[in-house]
């Protein structure tokens, strides 16, 4: 059970959930390539030889932190707040009510137009936050455009 469905309030329900979008792996699959030409590199030069897995470790680590990333990265839109938990190492935590939502925009590259991935900012009455690298992004801006409409009408 994730951190959105053990807080729920009651009477609350999910709407929409998303996490971060894959491209989050991109580095580490570029330092996978860049270390298997290293390790073909090196395994010819015999001063280099013995480094041959320190482009593995750094391979590695890019892999674990940006597995950890995607784990641990959870946004939902439920009838009543907005709530954000991603991080492993270094947490940020948000619930924001539907209610003192003021703005939401959205922001992409055009990688992130092709792929649907961007940043989601949310601006209530004296507070901002914005969440980089969102799947599906405008899906997310619908759904509190479309709660903060419910509560207007």
Known sequence: MSYIDRNLLPDERILFRTKKHLIIFLVPVL???????????MLNNSILA????????VTFVFWAYSGLEYQFSNYAVTNKRIMMREG???RHTNEMRVNTISQVNVVQSLLGQIL??????????????????ISKPYQFQKQVNEQ??????
């Open 88 to 90: 492993f190492f270094f």
């Open 50 to 57: 013995p480094l041959v897995w320190a482009p593995w470790l």
């Open 116 to 133: 649907n991935y961007g940043t989601v900012s949310i601006n209530a009455f004296g507070a901002f936050d914005a969440y980089p690298l």
């Open 148 to 153: 903060l409409d419910r509560l207007t009408s």
């Open 31 to 41: 330092l996978t390539i860049f270390s298997l030409y290293a390790t073909t590199y």
